[in-house]
């Protein structure tokens, strides 16, 4: 598996000792002002340089050396917010700062940090890229720990099933405790059983490793209750509903809620956030063989509600309502869980807006500002009661798949809705986990979605 990000990843940035190379970032609008270094103005326009959107050019001294780098921002005022990310693919080696930007400093140094992720664990390395000095206005250390919690999202994500099943899981989210000296506890086999997670051992007991439920504690008993919930399905057949090949294969990815709560917990726990940190990871396999749980079945969750299997690939739920159920055992201040959950959330908002769901509009109207705030994409979706009738069941108290197919992503948000105890701060997150295709900021593979924006709120609300 590949090094944890935060502790074994070469940093994309530079001490602000020594030489650095200039960036002057400029739109059309800034050509035509010529506000900016004279030097660099005449070679742009002796170069033809048109300022689009992410297009670089060096600038070379009358000796014919590199003296900086002219970077396009496209029409003024309409670039992507984190066009900065470009940078730390297209700047050659060495050191470099911000000379002029219409975009803040920091931001155009968090995007930098984001666009230099590489996931090099299985090819030869690329060679060594550039590094940006961060401004003097910036957090240093918010910056650093957020492109950390960003890589570790991303690199427990694309790194394959073989590698990354609930065997490797649990180590990441050992490792994860022994940095930040947090304490782990794990249940798992048919201990699940005995000790009550009879779904998240339904799910995983096909697979040839154990399935689980991995706990992590770190602060201070009597600070404020903060659970974060993932889903760790490290791969998904769709159990005996067997999935086509096609939607197999990113499926290793089915645990990005796992690693996106991890990552949220890494910037909790780096930024010594007040706070009596709590992080639950059901972690399993939904495999096919001999002792799979089949179409049909009803399964007895944690809470004594009884679920009707009506379909074996819609897994996440059940292992999520035993791991909610336990975490509100402990009455939290504040639930989160995130899970790469349905499809329905993609054909209604795409892959990079992902739906959260919650009731407590206080926390509803601090999410939509940190969005905004920290460009962290999130839309507000309805638990729309009653659509509840939805996930009634005929022999049993609910049913995971509910028939007809309409509202899926707030059907399975009622589901889970169930499990968690009514005044329970609670927000459900359905992320892709997933970039489809290459952004300034972030690559094809697999994202951090939400947890910069939730990390602002717990801020707010828990200064250090």
């Not at 197999?248 to 890494?266: E, H, I, S």
């Not at 329970?424 to 489809?436: C, G, K, M, N, V």
Request: hydrophobic share 45%; glycine share 10%; charged share 20%.
């Amino acid at each position: 598996m590949p090094p944890f990000s935060h502790i074994d990843r070469p940093s994309p940035f530079a001490a602000m000792s020594g030489e650095t190379l200039p960036v002057w970032a400029v739109s059309r609008a800034d050509i035509d002002r010529g506000h900016f270094d004279k030097t660099a103005l005449a070679w742009a326009k002796t170069a033809g340089f048109k300022a689009a959107e992410g297009a670089v050019l060096l600038v070379p001294n009358r000796h014919g050396k590199l003296a900086g780098a002219l970077f396009g921002l496209g029409e003024e005022g309409e670039c992507h917010p984190f066009i900065g990310g470009t940078l730390a693919r297209a700047l050659p080696k060495g050191d470099w700062h911000i000379e002029t930007s219409p975009i803040s400093g920091p931001v155009m140094a968090l995007a930098f940090g984001m666009g230099a992720y590489r996931f090099e664990a299985y090819r030869k390395p690329a060679p060594e890229g550039p590094r940006l000095v961060l401004p003097a206005d910036a957090d240093a250390d918010a910056i650093r720990r957020t492109v950390a919690a960003v890589g570790l999202a991303r690199d427990l994500v694309n790194t394959p099933a073989n590698d990354m099943g609930p065997d490797a899981l649990e180590a990441a989210f050992r490792g994860l405790a022994r940095h930040y000296k947090a304490k782990v506890a794990v249940v798992a086999g048919n201990d699940l059983l005995s000790k009550g997670f009879p779904m998240i051992h339904a799910v995983g007991r096909a697979a040839a490793q154990a399935p689980r439920l991995l706990e992590l504690r770190w602060g201070k008993k009597g600070a404020p209750k903060l659970t974060l919930v993932g889903k760790g399905v490290c791969f998904d057949t769709g159990g005996l509903d067997i999935k086509p090949s096609a939607s197999m294969l990113t499926m290793k990815k089915d645990m990005g809620g796992a690693a996106n709560v991890l990552a949220l917990a890494l910037m909790i726990m780096d930024a010594r956030l007040p706070v009596d940190l709590r992080v639950l990871v059901p972690a399993v396999e939904n495999s096919i063989s001999a002792s799979a749980f089949r179409p049909g079945d009803v399964l007895t969750s944690r809470k004594g509600l009884t679920v009707q299997i009506d379909n074996t690939d819609a897994e996440g739920r059940l292992v999520l309502a035993d791991a909610l159920a336990y975490a509100c055992e402990e009455a939290p201040g504040l639930l989160i869980d995130m899970a790469t959950l349905t499809g329905a959330a993609r054909v209604a908002l795409g892959p990079d807006l992902p739906p959260y769901y919650t009731d407590d509009e206080d926390l509803a109207g601090e999410l939509a500002t940190a969005s905004g705030s920290v460009v962290d994409p999130l839309w507000r979706m309805p638990l729309y009661r009653p659509y509840e009738a939805d996930i009634k069941a005929k022999i049993a108290d609910l049913t995971n798949a509910p028939a007809g197919g309409f509202a899926g992503s707030i059907t399975a948000a009622l589901f889970l809705k169930r499990f968690v105890a009514p005044g329970t701060s609670w927000a459900h997150f359905d992320i892709f986990a997933w970039s489809p295709k290459d952004k300034p900021h972030a690559p094809q593979g697999g994202e951090a979605q939400g947890i910069r924006a939730l990390f602002e709120v717990i801020a707010r609300r828990h200064p250090a």
